[in-house]
């Protein structure tokens, strides 16, 4: 099976600056494939293999100009060239949506980092171009005969991070089974489990209050900014922010990241729980949550939620321990279904938390209900 592994590095000045340059140019080569493409197919063709771009990209490289991209790693902008070619041929094939271009804003920062070259050690990592780093110490796993894959260097606007997928022997699992176990998923708690296990929110009030004070003191200074724009008519982002405003960014994104962090980790424990348990079969929703999110007052909750890295975290564990996930259809009455008599109301609201069904006099959580609808489908 393969792993992945993920741990802080520490980069000195130099190597942070480089890191980002490595990542800005892995988005600017992903782009360039993109436009590519999109010029090709408005000619008529159907898509460039990653394969061809790369060739193509080679003599770019050599062009008037572009001379920046010799100091940039090899590896990462041929990887973000492969990766648009994929995606493009992903978009041909069906398999995928059609490919937009990353934005500076929005996309995160990371590239690709040379295999061949990388050495991992206990408390440092040696990368191409940039030398040794120091890294926390990690778990990954380190050996001749070790198979490393997909080696990244990432910046999420504080930190720094090495992640490497590892090959490792496929995990024996003899413990015995036990029962199957259906999860329902919601907002307040996050997941009911059929066998009783229940996974509460984290209570992230307090981290939500000081993101709010200082999200408030930030808007302040950009209001500045802006009247400031209006007064002088120079264009907005033609400003240099303020010392201030910067570090107000820079806690503001600590705080969603801690807020993240508390959310994501909780889930953790949940789903290593279940894992223990060592069920015959997981049963999931597969819930609409795109669907979900364009009800306005649900959408923060939602968000909150995480219902994706529920599933993600299930699917890779499951994979992992050999559990049989299933993933109940999106149509399935799990909550209108009575768990006892199989009987099917037409109409649940929201607001009733408990199931009553009138066929057989069943009285249960509305969300218990529901999970044992979902274990009984791995039967
Ligand atoms: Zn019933």
């Known amino acids: 099976m393969i792993k992945g592994f993920k741990t802080q590095i520490y980069p000195n000045k130099e190597q942070q600056e480089k890191i980002i340059r490595f990542c800005n140019a892995s988005r600017f080569a992903y782009n360039w494939a993109i436009a590519i493409e999109q010029d090709n197919y408005k000619n008529g063709g159907k898509f460039i293999s990653g394969y061809n ?15 920046w991209l010799k100091e940039i790693s090899g590896r990462a902008l041929k990887v973000a060239i492969l990766n648009a070619g994929q995606s493009y041929e992903n978009f041909f094939k069906g398999r995928a949506k059609y490919p937009n271009f990353k934005s500076k804003k929005r996309s995160k ?11 991992i050690e206990k408390k440092r990592i040696r990368c191409e171009k940039l030398g040794w780093i120091p890294s926390h110490k990690h778990n990954i796993p380190i050996g001749e005969n070790i198979k490393y894959y997909n080696h990244k260097l990432s910046f999420d606007g504080i930190n720094f991070w090495f992640s490497v997928s590892v090959e490792l022997e496929d995990y024996k699992n003899t413990k015995p089974k036990t029962e199957s176990v259906g999860i329902d998923l919601g907002i307040k708690t996050l997941a009911t489990c059929s066998n009783g296990i229940i996974c509460k929110k984290p209570n992230i009030k307090k981290e939500q209050k000081k993101l709010k ?19 002088t008519k120079i264009k907005f ?54 669907g979900m999110r364009k009800n306005r ?9 995480k219902f994706y890295e529920t599933r993600r975290q299930l699917v890779y564990k499951c994979n992992w321990y050999g559990i049989n996930l299933v993933i109940a259809d999106r149509w399935y009455p799990s909550s209108k279904t009575c ?13 009733e938390r408990i199931y009553v069904c009138e066929d057989c006099g069943l009285i249960i959580d509305r969300d218990l209900n529901a999970s044992i609808n979902l274990r009984n489908l791995a039967m």
């Not at 930030?218 to 209001?223: E, F, N, P, T, W």
């Not at 570090?247 to 980790?265: A, F, G, V």
Request: charged letters at 30%; one cysteine or more; proline letters at 1%.
């Open 297 to 305: 007052h649900l959408s923060k909750s939602i968000n909150e939620a």
């Open 213 to 231: 004070r200082l999200k408030k003191r930030a808007s302040k200074r950009y209001q500045k900014m802006i009247d400031y724009s209006k007064q």
């Open 109 to 119: 920062k990371s590239c690709a980092t040379h295999e061949g070259t990388t050495i």
């Open 237 to 290: 982002v033609k400003l240099e922010k303020s010392k201030n405003l910067l570090k107000l960014e820079k806690q503001i994104l600590k705080q969603y990241q801690k807020i993240n962090n508390k959310l994501t980790t909780n889930i953790h424990t949940f789903t290593k729980s279940l894992i223990n348990l060592n069920p015959q079969a997981i049963v999931i929703e597969d819930l609409d949550v795109n």
């Open 53 to 67: 771009l790369t060739k193509m990209f080679t003599q770019f490289k050599k062009q008037e100009g572009n001379e």
């Open 339 to 351: 768990s006892n008599c199989g009987c099917i109301k037409e109409k649940l609201s929201l607001s």
